[in-house]
T-cell receptor, first 113, second 111 residues
Framework: GENVEQHPSTLSVQEGDSAVIKCTYS??????FPWYKQELGKGPQLIIDIRSNVGEKKDQRIAVTLNKTAKHFSLHITETQPEDSAVYFCAASTGTGGFKTIFGAGTRLFVKA | DAMVIQNPRYQVTQFGKPVTLSCSQT?????MYWYQQKSSQAPKLLFHYYDKDFNNEADTPDNFQSRRPNTSFCFLDIRSPGLGDAAMYLC??????????FGPGTRLTVL
């Protein structure tokens, strides 16, 4: 079955610096890759997603890149702010419907003011 | 404004005492999911409904059941909670387009 590995498990950056979180997946049939941000005591919130027909997507300070050949996708956060501190999960799903979404183990991001 | 609503936000139950968690949605999505999330771990899918079709994950214990009386509501029943069932329970919804929208979660404590 699909497996998603996420690194690093913890990331600490200075405010204003960039943060990069990397994920790899195993199932070449995966074609949808969302990223979720989870703050303490809250449910995960979608922050950006990418489908397999594009290599990069950007939304203000957040960007995601996808390398289908390497089965690798990454989240890039530029000009980090203290409110970016949270746990970030990558995920991968196959086919339409998203019924089976496999999550990475999560990255705890600390942004130091 | 809320799209996926979970009640209660915090639930305390006693060992072995049945408990029901509820989820409602205003998105009119046809898929609803229940996840269990333990501290510092990724959400773990328990089961999902595609319309009225129920799909159980192979490793979901029989102790966990679900009901979906209509499009908007879905319930998670834990028949005999054990200490190991203490966790955050997350409800999510989606259409066939893969994006899942999560509720705020219910934190379950088992005494």
């Amino acid at each position: 079955g699909e497996n998603v590995e996420q690194h690093p498990s913890t990331l600490s950056v200075q405010e204003g610096d960039s943060a990069v979180i990397k994920c790899t997946y195993s199932d070449s049939a995966s074609n949808y890759f969302p990223w979720y941000k989870q703050e303490l005591g809250k449910g995960p919130q979608l922050i950006i997603d990418i489908r397999s027909n594009v290599g990069e997507k950007k939304d203000q300070r957040i960007a995601v890149t996808l390398n289908k050949t390497a089965k690798h996708f990454s989240l890039h956060i530029t000009e980090t702010q203290p409110e970016d501190s949270a746990v970030y999960f990558c995920a991968a799903s196959t086919g339409t419907g998203g019924f089976k979404t496999i999550f990475g183990a999560g990255t705890r991001l600390f942004v130091k003011a | 404004d809320a799209m996926v609503i979970q009640n209660p936000r915090y639930q305390v139950t006693q060992f072995g005492k049945p408990v029901t968690l509820s989820c409602s949605q205003t998105l009119n999505h046809n898929v609803m999911y229940w996840y269990q999330q333990k501290s510092s771990q990724a959400p773990k899918l328990l089961f999902h409904y595609y319309d009225k079709d129920f799909n159980n994950e192979a490793d979901t214990p029989d102790n966990f059941q679900s009901r979906r009386p209509n499009t908007s509501f879905c319930f998670l029943d834990i028949r005999s909670p054990g200490l190991g069932d203490a966790a955050m329970y997350l409800c999510a919804t989606s259409t066939r387009a893969d994006t899942q929208y999560f509720g705020p979660g219910t934190r379950l404590t088992v005494l």
